[in-house]
């Protein structure tokens, strides 16, 4: 934990750019602003940014070792190897997969694998069990799913951190009622300790921080 109390340690409100912006220290990744030596880590731009600049208790202090699910080209992912420990990033996509080896060349705690989070048998020979942290940001159909098969990795203690897209599990259904549909099948593997809606800074998302039952 960091001086500010709530903040990982590695991660810090800076003046970038004339304004207090959230920030990791780290090589830039897609041109954001920097003051040299930190970078903005843009809650518009990340979902577990937002969660953590809405002060969502997200339990990170730094050094986790941490499963990252759905890194794209690895705006999120970036900044958690940032402050993390051992940072292992899931990917299914080829395409963002080239990008992200090229944010991990700078970055030796992070790990991509081009796997699908759906199945983590795919991956358990690398990532390690006991993990502190699943962050997830898969924005696909069966979000609580993937959620629920990739709990073997966390520790009894550990956080799942996630983002949920409503409109990947239906795109006609009211959002709340997908959210709750969600938390109740979160339910069965998961205890969550805390649920917020990530407007205005993703639209019909929600963030959850859950621990295993
Ligand atoms: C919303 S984007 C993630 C953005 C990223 N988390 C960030 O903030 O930088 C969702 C990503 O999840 C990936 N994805 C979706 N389903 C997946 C699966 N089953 N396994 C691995 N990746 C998946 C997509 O290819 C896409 O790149």
Do not use: C
């Amino acid at each position: 934990m960091n001086d500010d109390g709530e903040l990982p340690a590695g991660v810090e409100r800076r003046t970038i750019g004339g304004r207090e912006r959230l920030a990791t220290r780290g090589e830039p990744v897609s041109g954001e602003p920097t003051d040299g030596e930190w970078r903005a880590w843009d809650p518009s731009r990340s979902k577990l940014g937002a969660m953590i600049d809405f002060g969502m208790d997200v339990g990170l202090t730094g050094g986790e070792h941490a499963l990252y699910l759905g890194a794209a080209a690895g705006t999120t992912v970036s900044h958690v190897a940032d402050f993390a420990g051992p940072t292992y990033a899931v990917e299914f996509a080829p395409r963002p997969m080239r990008d992200l080896l090229d944010v991990a060349a700078d970055r030796d705690r992070l790990f991509p694998l081009l796997k699908d989070a759906r199945r983590p048998e795919t991956y358990a020979h690398i990532v390690e069990s006991d993990l502190d942290v699943v962050v997830q940001d898969v924005a696909t159909r069966g979000q609580a799913a993937v959620a629920i098969r990739n709990a073997r990795f966390l520790s009894e203690d550990g956080r799942l951190l996630m983002a949920v897209k409503a409109r990947s599990e239906d795109v006609t259904a009211e959002p709340s009622d997908v959210f709750e549909d969600v938390r109740s099948e979160l339910s069965d593997e998961y205890r969550i300790l805390e649920s917020q809606r990530l407007e205005p800074h993703h639209t019909d998302h929600l963030g959850v921080v859950a621990t295993p039952r």
